[in-house]
């Protein structure tokens, strides 16, 4: 099982970044996936989660009207597309997928929000 997080950078207040993330060695479309995100100094948090048609998608509070999760079950992939960017969002991004054969994460991509 792999997945392989792409697409954080650079960006400043209001801002706008697509997130991706690139699965293989599992049945993607049988499963939920999920991004977190860790801040320094703080517990890594859920972001968000789709169901694994993508029929139904949950999102923390704080991010809630800004951030969409999506997923394309022909690529194996899940997206984070993050809109209305501010410096509390700094953090590094995680994948994370519960399977039947464990729970895995990917290894994170840094987002940072700033001018």
């Known amino acids: 099982v792999q997945l392989v997080e792409s697409g954080g950078g650079l960006v400043q207040p209001g801002g706008s970044l697509r997130l991706s993330c690139a699965a293989s060695?599992?049945?993607?479309?049988?499963?939920?996936m999920n991004w977190y995100r860790q801040a320094p100094g703080k517990d890594r948090e859920l972001v968000a989660t789709?169901?694994?048609?993508?029929?139904?998608?949950n999102y923390a509070d704080s991010v809630k009207g800004r951030f969409t999760i999506s997923r394309d079950n022909a690529k194996n992939t899940v997206y984070l597309q993050m809109d209305s960017l501010k410096p509390e969002d700094t953090a590094v991004y995680y994948c994370?997928?519960?399977?039947?054969?464990?729970?895995?994460w990917g290894q994170g991509t840094q987002v940072t929000v700033s001018s």
């Open positions: 994370y997928a519960a399977l039947w054969a464990g729970r895995y």
């Open positions: 060695g599992f049945t993607f479309s049988s499963y939920a």
């Open positions: 789709i169901t694994s048609t993508g029929g139904r998608t």
